[in-house]
């Protein structure tokens, strides 16, 4: 499956962004997702993720309250809604297909990535 991610850009402190990501190529609602987080000099990590129903979800204890993932299997979409964004959110975002129906904290059990969209954060 093939993702596109879209929606970053440059927002003040305490504002809001939606990013979304577009599946093509793969049967869609098969795969858990999850939306993820890199800084140069680190790792990726995990921010959100959700089942292939829908009905599952988690989060990254730094964007508890703040963030939320949903999904469109009509549509091949998930999307990840960002509010009371913090300087330190500032990142590039990437949309990854699980390898499974379920999501995971680990970038390592995702099969496909999105390019990743630029999220930045002024204080």
């Known amino acids: 499956v093939q993702l596109q991610a879209s929606g970053g850009g440059l927002v003040q402190a305490g504002g809001s962004l939606r990013l979304s990501c577009a599946a093509s190529?793969?049967?869609?609602?098969?795969?858990?997702m999850g939306w993820f987080r890199q800084v140069p000099g680190k790792e990726r990590e995990f921010v959100a993720g959700?089942?292939?129903?829908?009905?599952?979800?988690g989060y990254a204890d730094f964007v508890k309250g703040r963030f939320t993932i949903s999904r469109d299997n009509a549509k091949n979409t998930v999307t990840l809604q960002m509010n009371s964004l913090k300087p330190e959110d500032t990142a590039v975002y990437y949309c990854?297909?699980?390898?499974?129906?379920?999501?995971?904290?680990?970038?390592?059990?995702?099969?496909?990535w999105g390019q990743g969209t630029l999220v930045t954060v002024s204080s």
């Open positions: 959700i089942n292939w129903s829908g009905r599952m979800t």
């Open positions: 190529g793969g049967t869609f609602s098969r795969y858990g």
């Open positions: 990854g297909a699980a390898l499974s129906g379920s999501y995971y904290s680990s970038s390592y059990e995702y099969r496909s």
